[in-house]
């Protein structure tokens, strides 16, 4: 009876398997299809769907991506995306670590007030602040800047910054800091040379977490982003909306912007997950 129970446990799993990794191919069958399509030419795409390549690997070129990487405003468009996802990801981090660990050591008034208010910000909407934030920031210089965006999303990181760091902080044990005072340690020592390092998954994971984020947005780049110079999501939506039906075009950008976060990732998931499992629960 052992004998035909591990033989079903096994079979069992193997089928589960089976399941998760035909699921997972179902998945990632869009982007397949845009990878094989940002090397197939406008002609090609026209006689048939992306998956005749797979039969024929000599339809396939590089010339979009040549053409592509050659447009002066597309090159332009990612160099901004960067200038942009980069600051808005560090500003989170710095100031999401600072006030997590404030939240979760230090002793001032009205501290868990302010932590409910700032968890329950985590409900704002994005579409709420576009129209106050924009006469905002025509008031002060910043509408249509690469600063500005860096700071709308800035703001709406911090909550969820703070309170994944916050609760990952709390669980370090209170022994561990005692002891790190005992030795002497001021505050900024304990923050930098023992919670900053314990805290390397959470803040990995939230790092991920935000430049996936900003690196994918097109909502708030597309009204607060310098028009001249947009983001490549802004770059592609225009792209769109000036010739519909270029493939070839749009094939290569959407996959290039897609190339930058899925490295990301698909390099620091582990960490990703680490991060979340033990910053969500207290």
Known sequence: MSFVHAAASKAAGGAVRVFLVLAGLFWLLPTIGLLVSSFLDAGELDRGGWW??????????????ERLLADGAITGSLLSTVA?????????????SCAGYAFAWLEFPGRDALFLAVVALLVVPVQVA????????????????????VLFHTAFGLPFAVFLLRNFFAQIPRELLEAARLDGA??????????????????????IFQFLWVWNDMLVALVFADSANPPIT??????????????????????LSMAVPLAVFFAFQRQFTTGVMAGAVK
């Open 52 to 65: 005749r390549a797979l039969t024929a690997p000599a339809r396939l070129t590089t010339a979009n991506y």
């Open 84 to 96: 942009i996802a980069v600051p808005a990801t560090l500003l989170v981090l710095v100031l999401g």
């Open 130 to 149: 576009l129209i106050p934030v924009s006469e905002l920031f025509g008031a002060i210089g910043l509408f249509e800047t690469t600063a500005g965006v």
């Open 186 to 207: 001021g505050e900024l020592r304990l923050f930098a040379q023992v919670v900053l390092p314990l805290g390397g998954p959470a803040i990995a994971s939230l790092g």
């Open 234 to 255: 802004v770059a592609l939506q225009q792209q769109v909306r000036q010739f519909g039906n270029n493939i070839d075009v749009l094939a290569p950008g959407a996959f």
